[in-house]
């Protein structure tokens, strides 16, 4: 009888662990509208996020926390209103931290991320923030305008190299000190009356572009050095095959 009441008490327990644990996977693309073939806005990319707090003994400590299956919550993307600003905010941590990335169309039809916003609230649920002063409890803000990712629209944005974003404000002892963005490929400002299968024509981002000039010398030269082994190779295997003839007559 004992034993299996503590397998029942095993079972519920498991069950309780399992359910509490339960994280949800980033989607491999940001799109929007979701579960729809018609978007408005494509994205895709890694990011870290590193923030500096006051611990209680009054030293700095530093946090650097990743989106990853760990801590992504959700995500939503507002491109009705205004027309000319599409937003892709994530949400991390249990929904206690978000950022916000804005991403704009001028009159000549260029896009660009114009401004980068977070919203960081510190509580006694939050794991990344150890021993964080009680000073700070409560949610911090953090906005910097920028001007990164420009394309026309109608193409993509790629840059797998990765990007640093710095110099946020600080807001009450608690500072974003960057946001690290890699792997990434956006398109913003979609044609959504018509079906997306890709990401269209991309622009390439100048540190992608300079890696792969500095791939193509190195690509060369081993494919110069492979060809070089092989035909020295056939020589040596031709002049050894020739010197077997003469030796057979």
């Given at each position: 009888?004992?034993?299996?009441?503590?397998?029942?008490?095993?079972?519920?327990a498991?069950?309780?662990l399992?359910?509490?644990?339960?994280?949800?996977?980033?989607?491999?693309?940001?799109?929007?509208?979701?579960?729809?073939?018609?978007?408005?806005?494509?994205?895709?990319?890694?990011?870290?996020?590193?923030?500096?707090?006051?611990?209680?003994?009054?030293?700095?400590?530093?946090?650097?926390?990743?989106?990853?299956?760990?801590?992504?919550e959700?995500?939503?993307?507002?491109?009705?209103?205004?027309?000319?600003?599409?937003?892709?905010?994530?949400?991390?941590?249990?929904?206690?931290?978000?950022?916000?990335?804005?991403?704009?169309?001028?009159?000549?039809?260029?896009?660009?991320?114009?401004?980068?916003?977070?919203?960081?609230?510190?509580n006694?649920?939050?794991?990344?923030?150890?021993?964080?002063?009680?000073s700070?409890?409560?949610?911090?803000?953090?906005?910097?305008?920028?001007?990164?990712?420009?394309?026309?629209?109608?193409?993509?944005?790629?840059?797998?190299?990765?990007?640093?974003?710095?110099?946020?404000?600080?807001?009450?002892?608690?500072?974003?000190?960057?946001?690290?963005?890699?792997?990434?490929?956006?398109?913003?400002?979609?044609?959504?009356?018509?079906?997306?299968?890709?990401?269209?024509?991309?622009?390439v981002?100048?540190?992608?572009?300079?890696?792969?000039?500095?791939?193509?010398?190195?690509i060369?030269?081993?494919?110069?050095?492979?060809?070089v082994?092989?035909?020295?190779?056939?020589?040596?295997?031709?002049?050894?095959?020739?010197?077997?003839?003469?030796?057979?007559?």
């Open positions: 009888m004992t034993s299996k009441l503590l397998s029942v008490f095993l079972i519920i498991s069950t309780f399992i359910s509490s644990s339960y994280t949800l996977s980033p989607p491999s693309n940001y799109t929007w509208p979701q579960n729809s073939k018609k978007l408005c806005f494509a994205g895709q990319f890694d990011l870290v996020l590193n923030v500096d707090y006051i611990q209680t003994t009054g030293a700095k400590a530093s946090a650097k926390i990743p989106l990853n299956n760990n801590t992504y959700s995500y939503r993307v507002s491109c009705s209103a205004p027309t000319n600003v599409h937003k892709l905010t994530v949400s991390m941590l249990d929904g206690f931290t978000e950022f916000i990335l804005t991403f704009s169309v001028d009159t000549t039809n260029v896009t660009s991320l114009t401004q980068i916003s977070a919203y960081i609230t510190l006694d649920k939050q794991t990344y923030f150890t021993n964080y002063s009680t700070l409890e409560g949610m911090h803000k953090f906005e910097k305008t920028v001007s990164l990712f420009v394309a026309d629209r109608g193409s993509s944005y790629r840059c797998n190299t990765k990007s640093t974003i710095t110099d946020f404000n600080t807001d009450k002892n608690v500072t974003i000190t960057s946001i690290e963005l890699e792997n990434l490929r956006i398109q913003s400002f979609a044609d959504d009356s018509k079906e997306f299968n890709d990401y269209a024509v991309e622009k981002c100048p540190a992608d572009v300079d890696k792969n000039s500095n791939l193509i010398p190195i060369v030269g081993a494919c110069l050095a492979v060809l082994v092989v035909v020295l190779i056939a020589y040596l295997i031709g002049r050894r095959r020739s010197r077997n003839g003469y030796q057979s007559v």
